[in-house]
């Protein structure tokens, strides 16, 4: 029986949580457990939350007293950690990206390796498909996704092979998508071509950077001084911002300073100074790894400098 999903630089990430017995975490990409469970196996006293809008994954969620389940986006964080009384956390995790579970299941529509339906939602509940913005999105609007979402280089070219196909039919599957660009893609290059592609669309379908943006700002709020945030990433726009968050504590990266002391302001105390990556041995084990990211920051402490 294969795994529901291996979960990446397991290790490094529970191992930068400095898990505190009786502390608070919060794993805010439940996905196949794996995060999750390694948690709960240190902890003695504490509690820890975990968040999933697939309802997939929510089945899957343990039944335990430590354990609090949160059906829902991670955007809204601030408002579960307030609705259940915590009074602080002392460690978040965010394994960003796809479960292995949604890449391996064709009717998910997350994979260009099955000819299925092209859905790509994480949460089954919200309406609009990959196939809506396919069909329905303007030239303008699908130009900016693959370009901003999907860094693709021949976004224009790639626009317009989608606008005139979906003229003569609507694309619905991914065999229909493919049979559509299929003169854009680079030779030899077909599997990362398709990735961008992809990549560029579920990022649209399921607002991923936004819902990015607003959880960094709300961890400045729930985490207790010196609490850690554990951040996996998988591919550069979502690494951008998080770097960006770390560094400056905002997301657009931008140096600002204390309006009355004129102090520059900082953002995360930095914990691996370095980006952490997957050992070769990882990678070989589970490839999906190849592309991870792990950055580890606290919370600084206040001073009275």
């Given amino acids: 029986m294969s795994e529901y999903h291996i979960p990446v630089l397991l290790k490094e990430s529970i191992e930068g949580l400095n898990i505190q017995p009786e502390g608070v975490y919060l794993d805010l990409t439940y996905g196949g457990g794996g995060h999750s469970r390694a948690i709960l196996d240190r902890l003695e006293g504490g509690v820890l939350m975990g968040f999933d809008q697939d309802e997939d994954a929510v089945a899957h969620m343990p039944e335990d007293r430590r354990f609090i389940p949160v059906h829902h986006n991670f955007r ?6 307030r609705y259940y009384e915590l009074k602080g956390v002392d460690g978040i995790l965010a394994d960003l990206g796809v479960s292995s579970h949604e890449f391996d299941e064709a009717e998910r529509g997350f994979s260009f390796r099955f000819d299925a339906e092209l859905d790509m939602r994480m949460n089954r ?122 560094k400056t504590g905002n997301v657009e990266g931008k140096v600002e300073k204390d309006p009355i002391y004129g102090h520059e302001t900082k953002g995360f105390d930095l914990i691996n100074r370095k980006v952490i990556l997957p050992s070769a041995e990882e990678i070989q084990r589970n490839p999906r790894a190849r592309s991870a990211k792990l950055r580890i920051a606290a919370k600084p402490v206040e001073t009275n400098e």
């Fill in 76 to 81: 809204y964080m601030r408002n579960f950690v």
């Fill in 125 to 246: 509940k919200s309406r609009l498909k990959a196939s809506d913005v396919l069909n329905t999105y303007s030239e303008e609007a699908l130009l900016a996704i693959f370009r901003n979402y999907g860094e693709i280089e021949n976004a224009g070219r790639l626009v317009g092979a989608i606008a005139k196909r979906r003229q003569e039919q609507s694309l619905l599957t991914s065999g229909d998508l493919y049979q559509g660009i299929q003169a854009c893609i680079p030779k030899m290059k077909e599997k990362k071509y398709l990735a961008k592609v992809y990549q560029a669309l579920r990022i649209e379908v399921n607002g991923e950077l936004e819902a990015l943006k607003e959880m960094l700002e709300q961890t400045k709020e729930v985490l207790r001084p010196g609490g850690r945030l554990v951040v996996i990433t998988y591919h550069s726009l979502e690494d951008r911002i998080v770097k960006n968050f770390l």
